[in-house]
């Protein structure tokens, strides 16, 4: 089992910051790829971001040069650097671990962050 537990959201103004952070314990080792998803009201949850073991990373096209996944393996935590945040980015942000062998995904808690106009 791998629990993750997410922090940092919160209300920030369009063009602000935000810095997301999840940290993972438990069968830490079964973990691939690790990454954040969103779902806003009435919509489905979408990825935002994705890293896995090897460093590669993903992004949603919405975000793609505002938003910068990272990883410190050594802390067992992936990180979500949010630049220029708009409105629309407005979601419940969910923390995410994939296992290696079952493709097996874990989910956080959630995080909301709102974004104003």
């Known amino acids: 089992q791998v629990q993750l537990v997410e922090s940092g959201g919160g209300l920030v103004q369009a063009g602000g910051s935000l810095r997301l952070s999840c940290v993972a314990s438990?069968?830490?080792?079964?973990?691939?790829?690790m990454g954040w998803y969103r779902q806003a009201p009435g919509k489905q949850r979408e990825l935002v971001a994705r890293?896995?073991?090897?460093?590669?990373?993903n992004y949603a096209v919405s975000v793609k040069g505002r938003f910068t996944i990272s990883r410190d393996n050594a802390k067992n935590t992936v990180y979500l650097q949010m630049n220029s945040l708009k409105p629309e980015d407005t979601a419940v942000y969910y923390c995410?671990?994939?296992?290696?062998?079952?493709?097996?995904?874990?989910w956080g808690q959630g995080t909301q962050v709102t974004v104003s106009s």
């Open positions: 890293i896995d073991s090897d460093g590669m990373r």
């Open positions: 995410n671990a994939q296992a290696w062998t079952t493709l097996y995904n874990y």
């Open positions: 438990g069968s830490i080792r079964s973990i691939n790829a």
